[in-house]
């Protein structure tokens, strides 16, 4: 996927949208606006960050989109690192998708993504999980809804990178 | 612990009208729901509240400039070798 500086603005913005549509409370007051920051490189980052109730205000899930784009031919952008987080203090539980560090992880697994699946508060017996690639920050707030709705899986059937 | 989800039929009861209608809904974009097979979905509680208190205001995107590089995998035993088992307080 490769989008211009224009497009980019408003795939953040469609995203923020969409988060806030399934209703994600995003930490911004009403109007204020999202912020994408343009790295010396020329990679542009942003973060949409929020949270989910849980029952009780102080444990609410937290919701977290964030990709950098790096610079792809003419005034051009494409995805290079992303983090989608779900984070659950009620029910201890965190699931989370990642692609950074890619030389690391393909030397080492042969892939360039991985997730985690595991109890923040014990051990997780395995830190590195496959799945494919996340395609976008749309299909990246369905998982995380989807993980929030449903009961916790069995992070034990994930395959685990680990042993590969 | 409330109900995290409705069903397209618990939807079309709050909503007095048809599942069909509430399906139109869905495919239409207008009220999200996540697909669990093919006419069966799952409407998130959050989201049903965010639609019926109206649409969304889409926000505009402000640019700033940094000096550092993002760190997503902070906290992960990346470039180590093999990660030990992930031991949080």
Redesign the interface.
């Given at each position: 996927m490769r989008l211009t500086s224009v497009a980019l603005?408003d795939y953040?913005?469609?995203l923020?949208?969409?988060a806030?549509?399934?209703?994600?409370t995003l930490g911004?007051t009403?109007?204020?606006?999202?912020?994408?920051?343009?790295?010396?490189?020329g990679?542009r980052?942003f973060t949409i960050l929020g949270t989910?109730?849980?029952?009780r205000q102080s444990s609410n899930a937290i919701v977290e989109v964030?990709e950098?784009w790096r610079p792809a031919g003419t005034d051009g952008y494409e995805r290079s690192?992303?983090?989608y987080e779900l984070l659950e203090p009620?029910r201890d539980f965190r699931r989370a998708f990642?692609?950074?560090?890619d030389d690391?992880?393909a030397r080492r697994y042969g892939v360039v993504v991985h997730e985690h699946c595991?109890a923040?508060?014990?051990?997780?017996?395995?830190?590195?999980l496959f799945d494919p690639p996340v395609r976008d920050g749309y299909r990246a707030i369905?998982l995380l809804?989807?993980a929030?709705?449903a009961d916790p899986p069995d992070c034990a059937l994930l395959p685990c990178l680990?042993t590969v | 612990m409330p109900k995290r989800f409705l069903t397209t039929t618990e939807v079309a009861k709050e909503l007095r009208v048809s599942t069909d209608t509430v399906l139109r809904l869905i495919r239409s974009g207008s009220l999200p729901a996540l697909r669990v097979s093919e006419r069966l979905y799952r409407v998130p509680a959050p989201a049903f509240a965010r639609f019926k208190s109206g649409p969304v205001a889409r926000r505009r995107v402000v640019h700033t400039e940094v000096r550092d590089t993002a760190d997503y995998g902070e906290g992960e035993e990346v470039g180590r070798g093999v990660p030990e088992p992930l031991a949080r307080a």
């Open positions: 603005d953040v913005a469609d923020a949208a969409l806030e549509r399934y209703g994600i911004l009403d109007g204020e606006p999202l912020t994408v920051e343009i790295e010396a490189t990679s980052r989910l109730p849980a029952g964030a950098t690192i992303y983090r009620q990642h692609r950074h560090d690391y992880f595991e923040p508060g014990g051990v997780a017996p395995c830190a590195h369905e809804m989807s929030w709705v680990e | -």
